[in-house]
Nanobody, 129 residues
Framework: VQLQASGGGSVRIGESLRLSCTTSGFAFDRGSIAWFRRAPGKEREGVSCITVPDGTPYYKEFAKGRFTISSDNNRNTVYLQIDNMKPEDTAIYYC???????????????????????WGQGTLVTVSS
């Protein structure tokens, strides 16, 4: 299984960005695909997660309202749309996948990343004024 995160870059406050997580070798017939991020000097944290194939989204509390996760099962790709970007969104964003339904963990306060077996390499997002 391989995951590739892309779409990161440098944006200004208030702009939008869409990240993509393209997978290969991962069956979209069951499981969960999540986005995590690691900000400078901070631990990695969950952002959002989507179950496949039904597409049920889960969000960490801070991500509700500005982040939208979606999946294109035909393209084996999951997207993370980030709107009205803020400086605190600056981070390396990682996507991860697992055959089990771990999305509720991602959205909760517990450390959800340890459950995921497959990881992409991360894409850097920088938000500045």
């Amino acid at each position: 299984v391989q995951l590739q995160a892309s779409g990161g870059g440098s944006v200004r406050i208030g702009e939008s960005l869409r990240l993509s997580c393209t997978t290969s070798g991962f069956a979209f017939d069951r499981g969960s695909i999540a986005w995590f991020r690691r900000a400078p000097g901070k631990e990695r944290e969950g952002v959002s997660c989507i179950t496949v194939p039904d597409g049920t989204p889960y969000y960490k509390e801070f991500a509700k309202g500005r982040f939208t996760i979606s999946s294109d099962n035909n393209r084996n790709t999951v997207y993370l749309q980030i709107d009205n970007m803020k400086p605190e969104d600056t981070a390396i964003y990682y996507c991860a996948a697992d055959a089990f339904p771990f999305c509720p963990r991602v959205a909760s306060s517990i450390r959800g990343d340890v459950a995921f077996d497959y990881w992409g390499q991360g894409t850097l997002v920088t938000v500045s004024s």
